[in-house]
């Protein structure tokens, strides 16, 4: 039984209580005086009546005229004359009903009060006895009368005590269910804080569950702090912050052959020049710090383009990688601002900063990619010290030259609707976790790839329909492989609430398929817009939904903002876990990452994965699951 329906009936019990009590007492005191005052009556009133007739003739005519006169003025039941011998003289007797008043309650109530009885005397002789009795019926109403009226005001009192408990047991509710709702977060592992209630046990008890997930989360933001220390040590070029040569060509290769949107994008190449005469003018400290500034401007363009990543080649040579991003003019606009900020901004020595840029797209190489820009780069530098060249190739994956024609197949496509591709996601034991299911739309006669498309979906703002018909796919399918999916959001969806009321119509529409449905996002989108995603997770975890991120790894110190969320699973980025097998650095972040997942109820799997040896060592590292090309369908 609940506290609170443990506390109504405290309260009914003790107003029931409190109201039987009441009645038993005063009806008890009343019925006491009033008999009291009844035997007052009978003595006082057959007294006077005896000694009336004591001064009378004793003729029976004028003693019955007596009688029936003083029986008509009063209540009475009885008057009867006897004589000495007990012969029997006059009487009179009123019928014994009382009207009015419930029998039971003349039953429950009912008075014990003798006939009062008196001497008449004739002179010196005794005339006879004579015996009095009042009628009852005018005490029972009386008393009946201050039953109602006592029920009556304990109604009331009830009622105002009833409402008063009400908001007194309200007051107690809201409090008690935001501690319960934080205990069932805190069993689920995710340690989310409460305000303080008014009512001082339940504060303590409050204060208690939030200094645990205090602790938590201070333990939690200390070791992914330390994580993503030995990440940078291991990934990044300790002078600059950017990549090293190895992790970003890593992450170029990732991107080239992923089945995404980050399979097309924008690749820079940023150099430098005169490093040497620099740094003998300069020194090594403010070279250092020039090219830490050089580093710093290109990454603001990375984010402001948004998912962007830097590196660092070599000495001079910095590359700048924009998944998705084709729009020629801003990139070249942003990167030429950038480059000539910083120029101005080193008065002591004169800086050269060519630049040579070109899209990338499925089925390019990076050996292809790095070639051309290299010649691109060269000729830059023969432009000046802010020369920029773009890479003049034939694109062959361009369906379409212009917006509208691009807006009328993606609409087109949209609506005929997409068709999902599978690709299996394990767990340690073999089995199947979900399916990752990357879309596909029928452009020019053939299925392509999201990386073909995903660019303009975006540029075009289509992406809101697309993740919808997305979904509506993988409810059918669902529906008829009972397997579970797992689909892509778009960063520009979760932060259209039209977007998010269909997607729950959908979903609550069918509850058995919602409930084998995985959902996730990019790292990157989750984090920058954090509210947006908390609501989400709100709104799809009652109705099964799984909810996850992808491509974790460079912000994994961000974690600590995203435990109380409701996150079920977290897929590491292809760059944490190529080559793992040999790399004990690697080994002891994944491991560390794991286990922090693992403590906050999240399962951690592994992108990526080309090998046996990589599958293998990833789960010895205690992940709970594996994708990617070396991943074999379950039998």
Not at 270 to 284: D, P
């Amino acid at each position: 039984m609940s506290l609170i329906k443990q506390l109504w009936i405290t309260v009914l019990a003790i107003l029931l209580l409190t109201l039987g009590g009441s009645l038993a007492v005063g009806l008890t005191a009343l019925r006491g005086y009033t008999e009291q005052e009844i035997r007052v009556k009978n003595s006082d009133n057959v007294n006077a009546l005896a000694l009336s007739m004591s001064q009378l003739d004793k003729d029976p005519v004028i003693i019955e005229l007596l009688m029936a006169a003083q029986f008509d003025t009063g209540h009475y039941q009885l008057i009867e004359l006897h004589a000495p011998d007990g012969e029997l003289i006059a009487r009179r007797e009123a019928d014994g009903r009382i009207e009015s008043v419930p029998g039971w309650f003349v039953d429950l109530v009912r008075f014990d009060v003798p006939p009062s009885q008196a001497v008449i005397q004739n002179g010196w002789q005794q005339y006879g006895t004579l015996t009095l009795q009042s009628h009852h019926s005018f005490a029972y109403h009386s008393l009946w009368r201050g039953a109602i009226r006592l029920v009556a005001w304990f109604g009331l009192a009830a009622l105002v005590g009833l409402l008063l408990a009400g908001w007194i047991v309200r007051t107690i509710r809201g409090p008690l269910e935001a501690v319960i709702a934080q205990a069932r977060d805190i069993g689920a592992r995710r340690f989310t804080t409460s305000p303080e209630p008014r009512t001082r046990e339940l504060r303590q008890v409050v204060q208690a569950m939030n200094r645990l997930s205090g602790s938590v989360g201070q333990m939690l933001h200390s070791e992914s702090e330390k994580l993503d220390k030995l990440r940078r040590r291991l990934q990044q070029d300790e002078a600059t912050g950017a990549l090293g040569r190895d992790a970003f060509m890593t992450q170029l290769s990732t991107h080239l052959e992923s089945d995404d949107e980050r399979a097309n994008g924008s690749l820079a190449l940023v150099r430098l020049t005169q490093l040497t005469e620099i740094n003998q003018v300069l020194g090594r400290a403010r070279t250092n710090e020039l090219l830490r500034s050089l580093s710093l401007s290109l990454t603001k363009i990375a984010q402001a383009q948004g998912g962007g990543i830097v590196g660092r080649l070599n000495g001079g040579d910095f590359a700048l990688l924009i998944p998705g991003g084709e729009d020629n003019d801003s990139l070249a606009k942003a990167l030429s601002a950038e480059l000539e900020a910083l120029r101005l901004g080193e008065a002591s020595v004169s800086l050269g900063l060519p630049s040579a840029l070109c899209h990338y797209a499925p089925g390019d190489t990076l050996s292809t990619l790095m070639a051309g820009l290299d010649g691109a780069l060269a000729a830059a530098e023969t432009q000046g010290d802010l020369g920029q060249q773009w890479v003049e190739t034939q694109r062959s994956d361009l369906l379409y030259t212009n917006h509208a024609d691009w807006r009328h197949a993606l609409e087109r496509a949209i609506a005929q609707g997409p068709r999902l591709a599978s690709f299996p996601v394990v767990d340690a034991a073999g089995d199947l976790l979900h399916h990752e299911c990357p879309s596909r739309l029928h452009l020019e006669g053939e299925w392509r790839a999201a990386g073909t498309f995903m660019p303009w979906v975006s540029r075009l703002e289509l992406s809101t329909p697309l993740d919808l018909a997305v979904a509506k796919a993988a409810i059918d399918v669902i529906g008829r492989d009972q397997a579970p999916l797992g689909i892509n959001l778009s960063p520009a969806s979760i932060r259209d609430a039209h977007f998010l009321t269909r997607l729950l119509g959908l979903l609550k529409a069918h509850p058995d398929q919602a409930r084998l449905l995985w959902l996730e996002l990019p790292e990157s989108a989750a984090l920058r817009d954090l509210e947006r995603f908390r609501l989400l997770c709100r709104e799809l975890q009652p109705l099964g939904c799984r909810i996850g991120l992808e491509h974790v790894g460079s912000e994994f110190s961000r974690l600590g903002e995203l435990q109380d969320s409701g996150l079920s699973y977290l897929k590491f980025d292809r760059s944490l876990v190529q080559g793992i097998e040999a790399s004990a650095e690697q080994q002891t972040i994944l491991r560390g990452m794991a286990t922090l997942c693992h403590s906050l109820g999240i399962l951690a799997i592994a992108e990526g994965v080309a090998s046996d040896a990589e599958w293998q060592t990833v789960l010895d590292l205690g992940l709970d699951g594996v994708t990617g090309p070396g991943v074999r369908q379950p039998g």
